[in-house]
């Protein structure tokens, strides 16, 4: 299907192997027409935002959010990454590429 990198965010700052098991639910964060669809992320700690490139041209997903700090570099389309997230709080998912594409993540 589609090739899925773990990266842990807002918490140690370590990868998570991809043999380790992993609580939480992934929940689908599709980039399409210029737009993450949704644009807004309830999630629980532990869960893991699946970052899903469904655009035909490249995107660079990253929140400068103090304490969930994450960069995915160049993503090309159909490619997919998941961060993991270890702790509650709100924060905003952006694209360096494309700059009025936003995402407001809560987590509890």
Not at 48 to 66: C, G, I, K, M, Q
Not at 80 to 104: Q, Y
Request: aromatic share 8%.
């Amino acid at each position: 299907m589609f090739p899925l990198t773990t990266r842990t965010f807002a918490s140690t700052g370590k990868s998570l192997g991809a043999g380790k098991a992993m609580a939480g639910a992934e929940l689908i964060v599709r980039q399409r027409n210029k737009t993450f669809q949704p644009d807004e992320l309830r999630a629980k700690v532990k869960d893991r935002p699946v970052f899903l490139n469904d655009n035909d041209f490249a995107h660079n997903v990253y929140s400068e959010s103090p304490g969930f700090e994450f960069s995915i570099p160049m993503q090309q389309p159909g490619e997919s990454d998941a961060v993991s997230l270890e702790k509650p709080g709100e924060f905003t998912v952006e694209c360096v590429i494309h700059p009025r594409m936003k995402l407001t993540v809560i987590v509890e």
